[in-house]
Protein backbone atom coordinates (compact mmCIF):
# COMPACT_ATOMS: atom_id res chain seq x y z
CA UNK A 1 0.00 0.00 0.00
CA UNK A 2 0.89 3.87 -0.77
CA UNK A 3 3.29 5.31 2.10
CA UNK A 4 3.17 8.67 3.53
CA UNK A 5 3.29 11.33 0.32
CA UNK A 6 4.88 14.26 1.16
CA UNK A 7 4.88 17.28 -1.81
CA UNK A 8 7.35 19.06 -2.83
CA UNK A 9 10.22 17.36 -2.11
CA UNK A 10 12.88 20.01 -1.94
CA UNK A 11 11.43 23.79 -1.93
CA UNK A 12 13.33 26.97 -2.17
CA UNK A 13 11.65 29.59 -1.06
CA UNK A 14 12.83 33.86 -0.12
CA UNK A 15 12.80 35.76 3.53
CA UNK A 16 9.11 36.93 3.83
CA UNK A 17 7.49 34.64 1.37
CA UNK A 18 4.99 32.29 2.41
CA UNK A 19 5.32 28.26 1.43
CA UNK A 20 2.34 25.66 2.19
CA UNK A 21 3.34 22.05 2.05
CA UNK A 22 1.39 19.07 1.15
CA UNK A 23 1.04 15.57 2.66
CA UNK A 24 -1.19 12.83 1.96
CA UNK A 25 -1.25 10.26 4.38
CA UNK A 26 -1.66 6.38 4.33
CA UNK A 27 -5.06 5.18 3.77
CA UNK A 28 -7.37 4.48 6.49
CA UNK A 29 -4.82 7.14 8.61
CA UNK A 30 -6.93 9.66 10.15
CA UNK A 31 -4.03 11.49 12.47
CA UNK A 32 -1.61 13.81 10.56
CA UNK A 33 1.53 15.01 12.71
CA UNK A 34 4.33 17.44 11.44
CA UNK A 35 7.22 17.75 12.67
CA UNK A 36 10.67 20.11 12.11
CA UNK A 37 14.02 18.68 11.79
CA UNK A 38 17.35 20.84 11.72
CA UNK A 39 20.70 20.08 12.53
CA UNK A 40 20.57 22.23 15.82
CA UNK A 41 17.49 21.42 17.15
CA UNK A 42 16.99 18.03 15.71
CA UNK A 43 13.01 16.64 15.86
CA UNK A 44 10.72 19.18 16.91
CA UNK A 45 7.27 18.53 17.01
CA UNK A 46 4.86 21.11 15.16
CA UNK A 47 1.10 19.59 15.48
CA UNK A 48 -1.31 16.85 15.44
CA UNK A 49 -4.16 16.75 13.35
CA UNK A 50 -7.57 14.56 13.81
CA UNK A 51 -10.63 14.13 11.98
CA UNK A 52 -9.86 17.94 10.82
CA UNK A 53 -9.28 19.27 13.67
CA UNK A 54 -6.17 20.66 15.23
CA UNK A 55 -5.72 18.37 18.29
CA UNK A 56 -2.41 19.05 19.83
CA UNK A 57 0.28 22.25 19.16
CA UNK A 58 3.89 22.15 19.69
CA UNK A 59 5.99 25.86 20.86
CA UNK A 60 6.37 27.29 17.42
CA UNK A 61 4.86 31.20 16.42
CA UNK A 62 1.92 31.23 15.16
CA UNK A 63 3.73 31.74 11.85
CA UNK A 64 3.20 27.70 11.74
CA UNK A 65 -0.74 26.61 10.75
CA UNK A 66 -1.88 23.94 9.02
CA UNK A 67 -5.30 22.15 8.31
CA UNK A 68 -6.52 18.58 7.44
CA UNK A 69 -8.95 18.00 4.71
CA UNK A 70 -12.28 15.80 5.15
CA UNK A 71 -10.26 12.86 3.32
CA UNK A 72 -7.31 12.92 6.00
CA UNK A 73 -5.15 15.19 3.55
CA UNK A 74 -3.16 18.01 5.23
CA UNK A 75 -1.84 20.73 4.36
CA UNK A 76 1.60 23.17 6.45
CA UNK A 77 1.69 26.84 6.33
CA UNK A 78 4.77 28.79 6.91
CA UNK A 79 3.99 32.30 6.67
CA UNK A 80 6.66 35.39 6.53
CA UNK A 81 9.60 33.23 6.04
CA UNK A 82 12.74 33.09 8.28
CA UNK A 83 16.08 32.01 7.45
CA UNK A 84 15.89 29.78 10.32
CA UNK A 85 12.76 28.23 8.91
CA UNK A 86 15.26 26.27 6.72
CA UNK A 87 14.63 22.55 7.53
CA UNK A 88 13.45 19.35 7.09
CA UNK A 89 9.64 19.56 7.66
CA UNK A 90 8.56 15.94 8.17
CA UNK A 91 4.96 14.32 8.25
CA UNK A 92 3.53 11.62 9.80
CA UNK A 93 0.43 9.48 9.77
CA UNK A 94 -1.37 6.98 11.78
CA UNK A 95 -4.79 5.42 12.80
CA UNK A 96 -5.37 7.16 16.03
CA UNK A 97 -3.62 10.68 17.82
CA UNK A 98 -0.93 10.91 20.11
CA UNK A 99 2.37 8.67 20.00
CA UNK A 100 0.46 5.99 18.29
CA UNK A 101 3.26 4.94 16.01
CA UNK A 102 4.07 7.18 13.00
CA UNK A 103 4.47 6.18 9.77
CA UNK A 104 6.63 9.07 8.18
CA UNK A 105 7.06 10.49 4.36
CA UNK A 106 10.31 11.21 3.67
CA UNK A 107 10.20 15.07 4.23
CA UNK A 108 10.07 18.37 2.22
CA UNK A 109 13.35 20.02 1.86
CA UNK A 110 12.90 23.94 2.19
CA UNK A 111 15.40 26.28 2.02
CA UNK A 112 14.88 30.01 2.78
CA UNK A 113 17.21 32.58 1.39
CA UNK B 1 8.93 19.88 28.83
CA UNK B 2 9.69 16.24 28.30
CA UNK B 3 13.84 16.32 28.55
CA UNK B 4 15.14 13.35 26.61
CA UNK B 5 18.72 12.41 26.94
CA UNK B 6 20.66 9.81 24.77
CA UNK B 7 24.07 9.13 23.71
CA UNK B 8 25.41 10.90 20.90
CA UNK B 9 27.04 8.19 19.03
CA UNK B 10 27.85 4.46 19.47
CA UNK B 11 30.11 2.16 17.79
CA UNK B 12 29.69 -1.50 17.19
CA UNK B 13 30.73 -4.65 15.13
CA UNK B 14 28.53 -6.48 13.27
CA UNK B 15 26.65 -9.63 14.69
CA UNK B 16 26.98 -7.80 17.94
CA UNK B 17 24.22 -6.31 20.41
CA UNK B 18 23.64 -3.06 20.50
CA UNK B 19 21.31 -1.36 23.76
CA UNK B 20 20.81 2.50 23.07
CA UNK B 21 19.33 4.16 26.52
CA UNK B 22 17.02 7.32 26.51
CA UNK B 23 16.78 8.72 29.55
CA UNK B 24 13.11 10.58 29.93
CA UNK B 25 12.14 11.49 33.38
CA UNK B 26 8.92 13.34 33.28
CA UNK B 27 6.55 11.56 30.51
CA UNK B 28 2.86 11.20 30.81
CA UNK B 29 2.11 8.39 32.68
CA UNK B 30 -0.60 7.05 29.82
CA UNK B 31 1.52 7.48 26.82
CA UNK B 32 4.16 5.08 24.54
CA UNK B 33 7.57 5.04 24.42
CA UNK B 34 8.20 4.69 20.96
CA UNK B 35 11.68 4.34 18.93
CA UNK B 36 12.28 5.03 15.23
CA UNK B 37 15.26 4.39 12.96
CA UNK B 38 16.37 7.31 10.69
CA UNK B 39 18.57 7.05 7.22
CA UNK B 40 20.07 9.78 5.38
CA UNK B 41 17.75 11.85 3.40
CA UNK B 42 14.52 9.92 4.97
CA UNK B 43 11.78 10.42 7.58
CA UNK B 44 12.17 8.20 10.84
CA UNK B 45 11.16 4.16 10.35
CA UNK B 46 9.23 2.88 13.47
CA UNK B 47 11.36 0.29 14.85
CA UNK B 48 9.05 -0.73 18.23
CA UNK B 49 6.96 0.79 20.60
CA UNK B 50 6.33 0.17 24.80
CA UNK B 51 4.21 1.32 27.56
CA UNK B 52 6.34 -0.93 30.46
CA UNK B 53 8.45 -4.26 31.13
CA UNK B 54 9.39 -5.91 27.58
CA UNK B 55 8.50 -5.76 24.52
CA UNK B 56 9.85 -7.93 20.94
CA UNK B 57 9.18 -7.85 17.84
CA UNK B 58 10.80 -9.52 14.74
CA UNK B 59 13.65 -6.47 14.79
CA UNK B 60 13.90 -5.20 18.34
CA UNK B 61 13.52 -5.85 21.78
CA UNK B 62 12.28 -2.62 24.22
CA UNK B 63 13.21 -2.09 28.09
CA UNK B 64 11.03 -0.26 30.34
CA UNK B 65 11.66 -0.06 34.00
CA UNK B 66 8.47 0.57 36.49
CA UNK B 67 9.34 4.20 37.16
CA UNK B 68 9.33 4.75 33.18
CA UNK B 69 12.51 7.56 33.46
CA UNK B 70 14.28 5.42 30.98
CA UNK B 71 13.91 3.23 28.24
CA UNK B 72 16.82 0.85 26.08
CA UNK B 73 16.22 -0.62 22.34
CA UNK B 74 17.77 -3.86 22.13
CA UNK B 75 18.91 -4.60 18.61
CA UNK B 76 20.24 -8.09 18.33
CA UNK B 77 23.19 -9.02 16.17
CA UNK B 78 23.53 -5.94 14.25
CA UNK B 79 24.58 -5.89 10.74
CA UNK B 80 26.25 -2.78 8.12
CA UNK B 81 23.09 -2.06 7.31
CA UNK B 82 21.64 -1.22 11.06
CA UNK B 83 24.21 2.03 10.70
CA UNK B 84 21.77 4.95 11.20
CA UNK B 85 20.71 7.22 13.58
CA UNK B 86 18.24 5.83 16.42
CA UNK B 87 15.57 8.00 17.79
CA UNK B 88 13.12 7.58 21.06
CA UNK B 89 9.48 9.62 21.43
CA UNK B 90 7.92 10.25 24.50
CA UNK B 91 4.52 12.47 25.30
CA UNK B 92 4.35 14.86 27.84
CA UNK B 93 0.96 16.90 28.50
CA UNK B 94 -0.23 16.20 24.54
CA UNK B 95 2.80 17.65 22.99
CA UNK B 96 5.65 14.83 22.02
CA UNK B 97 9.32 14.61 22.22
CA UNK B 98 12.44 13.42 20.38
CA UNK B 99 15.34 12.86 21.94
CA UNK B 100 18.28 14.24 20.39
CA UNK B 101 19.17 10.75 18.56
CA UNK B 102 22.14 8.28 18.55
CA UNK B 103 24.08 7.21 15.91
CA UNK B 104 25.00 3.93 15.60
CA UNK B 105 27.66 2.75 13.12
CA UNK B 106 28.17 -0.59 12.08
CA UNK B 107 31.49 -2.03 11.11
CA UNK B 108 32.50 -5.18 9.65
Known amino acids: KAGVTQTPRYLIKTRGQQVTLSCSPI?????VSWYQQTPGQGLQFLFE???????NKGNFPGRFSGRQFSNSRSEMNVSTLELGDSALYLCASSLSTGNDGYTFGSGTRLTVV | LAKTTQPISMDSYEGQEVNITCSHNNIATNDYITWYQQFPSQGPRFIIQGYKTKVTNEVASLFIPADRKSSTLSLPRVSLSDTAVYYCLVGLFNKFYFGSGTKLNVKP
Open chain 1, 49 to 55: YFSETQR
Open chain 1, 27 to 31: SGHRS
